[in-house]
């Protein structure tokens, strides 16, 4: 062991592996560009983990230490395995389970080392630096360590096994004076961030279906993000949904991965042609897209108006990477500020950025895009969560002014394969006039 510590080329094996990385990985993982650098910059944790070891070792328990260099190189094997593989083929293109946990892997193991190499810097700036604190050997920062990794382990393993499958349904009243007479009561079931091409199995698929068809809802919408990065994704449940039943028909509208925008493709046809091809699976189903238009659903002489938007992008992007698909005022042409309207979009963002501010007579809007942040801690309904510190709006149901806003977590995931104290979720929306 004390031959390997002695040796430097270890380090100078990930300071290689790092430019390797950075000449692959670049093109050939999805965006968003974060998640990608930090994929290409885990060679530079490992070099920084290796040099603190190598500086303490003589410091640590031998047994402990030879088992954690043997996952640690397993863990530099598993990389490198990643990146010849996306050498040939980038990552949108691999089978769905390959891709979504290998992908998930890398991330794990990023936060793993984001963790471990925080502990390490902290246990070396109070021994090195700070003169007037406690000293603290270094063997308890790498007991603390193991510790945190551990329990991520443990936690990212139960929510990938257990809650990611687990079906949650919501069911919210909403309550208004605005409803028509010959809508009270009526029922909407609502689902969004499927991101089918995550999984791997019909089970949930099924669950899901089931969910909603036990509700007997009036009207089913579905509030965007089916795929992750091509229609054909889609396909291999296609059948399934076919199953899906409601008295007033499926509705739906485009979520930001269903343009195809976190693909690299040869062309812009390309990306054309992807989105054509899932919206004609939607039109084999029955389903109707709403993009940028409203449709009005007849209740005798009662009708309520159902619009839906193409994807919103908020005004927080930065102006040079702001593709904003949505026009809200084109969906609302021709609309009656005495009519009830339901608005589908996407992004909850949309609500407060614009909707209550402009359309104020928009009375309910269904969104999804923020999935919870797929993690939260908490007690009861109150959370905190990655989506929270990035969102207003980011979970759950809201009454501002005259209008109401459900945020609609998502059945599926994406990127992080699993969910820790953020179930799927289906909504059940109940119209009631008061």
């Not at 790498?142 to 991520?152: D, E, P, R, V, Y």
């Not at 942040?373 to 908490?378: E, K, S």
């Amino acid at each position: 062991m004390e031959k390997i510590f002695k040796n430097i080329k270890p380090l100078y094996g990930c300071f290689i592996l790092t430019f390797f990385a950075i000449g692959i990985l670049t093109d050939s993982l999805p965006k968003p560009g974060t998640t990608r650098l930090l994929i290409i910059l885990l060679p530079l944790l490992d070099a920084w983990i290796f040099h603190w070891i190598r500086t303490y070792w003589k410091e640590l328990p031998r047994k402990t230490l030879r088992i954690f260099l043997i996952l640690f190189l397993l863990s530099f094997v598993l990389y490198f395995a990643f990146i010849i593989g996306c050498a040939f083929t980038p990552l949108p293109y691999w089978s769905p389970g390959l891709r979504t946990y290998s992908y998930g892997l890398m991330l794990i193991f990023a936060s793993l080392k984001i963790v471990l190499g925080f502990v390490f810097l902290a246990g070396m700036l109070n021994n090195e630096l700070f003169s007037f604190a406690k000293k603290i050997r270094p063997i308890r920062y790498f007991q603390i360590g193991l510790c945190l990794m551990s329990a991520m382990i443990a936690v990212s393993l139960y929510g990938s096994i257990y809650e990611v499958s687990v079906l949650k349904v919501e069911r919210i009243n909403v309550r208004s004076e605005a409803v028509p007479k010959a809508f009270n009561a009526y029922k909407i079931a609502q689902f969004s961030d499927t991101h089918i091409g995550s999984r791997t199995s019909e089970s949930h698929i099924k669950k899901l279906i089931d969910s909603i068809n036990a509700n007997n809802p009036d009207l089913v919408v579905f509030t965007g993000d089916m795929v992750n990065f091509h229609a054909e994704e889609f396909r291999r449940f296609h059948t399934l949904f076919r199953e899906l039943r409601a008295n007033d028909g499926v509705y739906a509208i485009l979520g930001n991965h269903d343009y195809g925008g976190y693909v690299r493709w040869e062309n812009a046809n390309d990306s054309l042609e992807n989105l054509h091809a899932l919206q004609e699976m939607y039109q084999e189903l029955g389903w109707r897209i709403l993009r940028n238009e409203h449709i009005y659903i007849h209740r005798g002489e009662d009708s309520i108006v159902l619009a839906g938007v193409d994807h919103y992008t908020s005004k927080n992007v930065k102006p040079s990477k702001r593709t904003n698909f949505a026009d809200t005022k084109k969906a609302l042409k021709g609309v009656s500020t005495n009519d009830f309207v339901v608005m589908l979009s996407h992004n909850p963002q949309h609500f407060e950025e614009e909707l209550i501010c402009d359309f104020p007579y928009t009375n309910l809007m269904l969104s999804g895009h923020s999935h919870g942040g797929q993690m939260a801690i908490g007690v009861g309904e109150w959370k905190m969560s990655p989506a929270r510190i990035s969102m207003k709006h980011w979970r759950g149901f809201y009454h501002e002014g005259n209008s109401f806003l459900n945020v609609n977590t998502g059945c599926g995931f994406n990127a992080l394969p699993f969910r820790i104290g953020m179930p799927p979720v289906v909504s059940v929306l109940t119209l009631f006039r008061d």
